[in-house]
């Protein structure tokens, strides 16, 4: 018998306290007065040479009970046959990487894939080392190798069953060669805690469909001694039928959804049926559309929206196919955006001689946003709009006092402004709603001037930042105005007339924009209106002050950042409407509601479009560099040592836990013990009263 912590040994010499204790002999402890004793000369009490011990039996128990305690204590345990010195043996360093994708909803796969992993575990030998991961649209680390090796040999395997027991497969694309990368990393890891060399395995659980990403494994280094086991499930329905995203369609008839209906190589189901229906109350939406569709064949299908249902968030069911996992689509339609133009000038709508004629026709029949040019004076009877961003202001004209502050504010508020310099006067309108002063009015040298120098970098000229549209030279300007600004001017100059002059200027106004441009856009004043860049300026800076380019409402798992513009935003599912927003992103298929600063929108996320492709792969692993053989060892790094006592004692002494049994027999004396002497104890108080008696 060996001891994990000898030193508790040294509390057996505690067993020399009840031994002295019995030898001491106690004084008579009952005093009986005789009448004839009286007459008697005392005598001093004769001492024995020997002192008898008193009660050996109680003795002997106290005496079990402290060594009992203190061989406990130091953790005893049984040694073992140890292998030979001439055969060592070589730990595994194993990483299992779990797929969890969409396609791993198919009825039977989740359960033997984990049962694969338990398997794996339940092999493993005390000394191996092992990392479990989770393939989704990320990464997910679900026993790490600090758990692992922090956690008793003997508890390892019901570690890795508590983990998978609520694991469930998630929505998302199979990504399996971020997640092999990242295995193969854990490797690195893993060696640190050892000098020796481990027989490095990657054991990857999936169902291997055609869907899944493998193409970055090429390349990637592997060291030697691995090999990657490819562990395959399959499902109870070979076959599967899928529903697929397109798009929208708006027409002379109305709106209409485009979905599209796939069917796998060994579909069995022929006849399906598709259903529209209100997302939020699972209401069906007309009729269904029965459709047959043949195995390796597709159909697209088009569902007619009501024009009530229209702003409404939407999903459409396939019906009729066994593998519900990708039978239905969210929609959200993009909610458009609605801009009124507000134009400051006085000039009437047919005059061609003013910005305004060829404004009102510029963005005649935009989709988004959708423009509609208001004169001051109308915009004023109407009543201003509540968001600042629906509104934007043309400024051809002097504006009085009032008029400007009232403006500035809105522009402070959020909106946008245009100021043409059609006069020398509107020089003064633009500085006060900049929020300046002292910018005085001046021509360019040129009275036929030119475009000298556009900063392309700036968002008003950043869609002809490529030299197959950066070209202005053939746009002339034969009544440019210009303006000085002064020193401790904030409005930035985007671009230049031919002498240096300023030609277009931006300045901030709180949360709005102010863009002044050197003259008028009539005709009569310069070319710009009739040139082909004039439109698509125009969209920009109409589609800048809306708010940026539109966000799209739908989106894939695993690729929701494309639906936030590079903004933070809080998720809110529909079917917890009333609840709060959170920060996290979704990860299952759903509309839900984003918050981005003060405005919220619905958004819908579908499950991968990809994860309807369950064909089997047909990657040849091996080309890409995959070692699904292992590699003979040829490290000069030294093998593992034989298992010895400092290297198992551990091991051994968690799994026989002989303290235990020591500890119940420490328990069971005690309690002997205890009966015992209170035996004897009456036993005394009987002999005493007898005694008195």
């Not at 027989?199 to 493998?214: G, L, Q």
């Not at 690729?559 to 990860?587: C, H, I, Q, V, Y």
Request: charge should be negative.
């Amino acid at each position: 018998m060996s001891f994990l912590t000898p030193w508790f040994l040294i509390g057996a010499a505690l067993i020399v306290g009840p031994i002295i204790a019995h030898l001491i002999r106690r004084a008579t402890k009952t005093r009986v007065v005789f009448s004839a004793t009286r007459f008697l000369s005392p005598s001093p009490p004769k001492l024995d040479r020997r002192n008898r011990i008193q009660h050996p039996w109680l003795l002997l128990l106290r005496c079990l009970i402290v060594g009992a305690l203190a061989i406990g204590f130091a953790r005893p345990f049984l040694k073992q046959p140890l292998p030979s010195l001439n055969a060592p043996t070589i730990p595994q360093s194993v990483v299992a990487v779990l797929d969890e994708s969409a396609s791993m909803q198919r009825t039977g796969l989740w359960d033997v894939a984990r049962k694969k992993i338990t398997d794996i575990v339940d092999s493993l030998a005390p000394n191996d080392q092992f990392v479990l991961l989770a393939a989704d649209g990320g990464v997910t680390e679900l026993v790490s190798h600090e758990k692992w090796l922090s956690t008793p040999a003997s508890e390892r395997a019901t570690l890795v069953h508590a983990v998978l027991a609520d694991r469930q497969p998630g929505w998302g694309p199979k990504n399996l060669d971020t997640a092999i990368e990242m295995a193969a990393g854990e490797w690195e890891q893993m060696a640190e805690t050892t000098n020796a060399v481990t027989k490095k395995k990657m054991v990857v659980v999936s169902d291997f469909t055609n869907s899944a990403h493998v193409a970055g494994l090429a390349g990637l280094p592997w060291p030697k001694g691995s090999e990657v086991s490819l562990e395959q499930v399959n499902p109870v329905n070979a076959g599967d039928a899928g529903l697929q995203w397109l798009g929208w369609t708006e027409s002379d008839d109305g709106l209409s959804i485009r979905v599209r209906v796939v069917q796998s190589a060994k579909s069995t189901v022929t006849k399906l049926s598709v259903q529209l229906r209100d997302a939020q109350t699972n209401t069906a939406i007309g009729q269904p559309q029965k459709l047959t569709v043949e195995a390796k064949d597709s159909q697209i299908v088009v569902l007619s929206v009501p024009k009530e249902d229209a702003e409404k968030p939407l999903r459409v069911d396939l019906e009729g196919d066994k593998e519900n996992f990708d039978n239905t689509v969210w929609a959200v339609r993009p909610a458009p955006r609605v801009m009124t133009l507000v134009y400051y000038g006085g000039h009437a709508s047919n005059d061609i001689k003013h910005a305004r004629f060829y404004l009102e026709r510029a963005v005649a029949g935009w989709k988004d946003p959708a423009v509609r040019l208001v004169a001051a004076e109308e915009a004023e009877k109407a009543g201003t709009s509540t968001t600042p961003a629906s509104q934007f202001f043309v400024v051809a004209g002097v504006l009085d006092h009032t008029v400007q502050d009232a403006l500035r504010k809105k522009i402070e508020d959020g909106s946008f402004a245009l100021v043409l310099l059609n006069d020398p006067a509107v020089v003064d309108t633009a500085a006060a709603l900049a929020g300046e002063t002292g910018w005085t009015s001046m021509r360019p040298t040129e009275k036929n001037a030119l475009f000298g120098q556009i900063n392309f970098q700036h968002p008003l000229f950043s869609l002809f930042a490529d030299p197959h549209y950066s070209d202005f030279t053939h746009i002339e300007f034969w009544q440019p105005q210009s303006v000085k600004l002064p020193e401790k001017s904030m409005a930035s100059v985007v671009a230049k007339f031919d002498d240096g002059s300023p030609a277009v200027l931006e300045a901030a106004a709180g949360k709005g924009r102010v863009v002044i441009w050197g003259g008028d856009w009539a005709p009569v004043s310069s070319q710009w209106v009739l040139s082909t860049k004039f439109i698509p300026w125009l969209e920009a800076l109409f589609e800048r002050a809306a708010g940026g380019a539109t966000r799209p409402t739908i989106a894939e798992i695993g690729d929701a950042a494309k639906l936030l513009g590079g903004e933070p935003a809080k998720w809110r599912p529909l079917a917890a409407s009333a609840n709060a927003f959170a920060e996290t992103t979704p990860t299952q298929p759903g509309v839900y509601q984003i918050q981005q600063g003060d405005s919220t929108r619905w958004v819908a996320l579908e499950v991968p479009a990809a994860a309807s492709d369950i064909s089997p792969m047909t990657t040849d692993w091996e080309k890409l560099g995959v070692p699904l053989h292992a590699q003979p060892l040829t490290s000069s790094a030294p093998l593992a040592a034989p298992l010895g006592q400092d290297q198992t004692a551990p091991v051994l002494e968690a799994q026989q836990k002989l303290w235990r049994w020591l500890l119940l027999g420490a328990a069971i004396l005690l309690a002997l013990e205890s009966v015992y002497s209170l035996v004897l104890s009456h036993r005394s108080e009987h002999n005493s009263n007898e005694a008195a008696a």
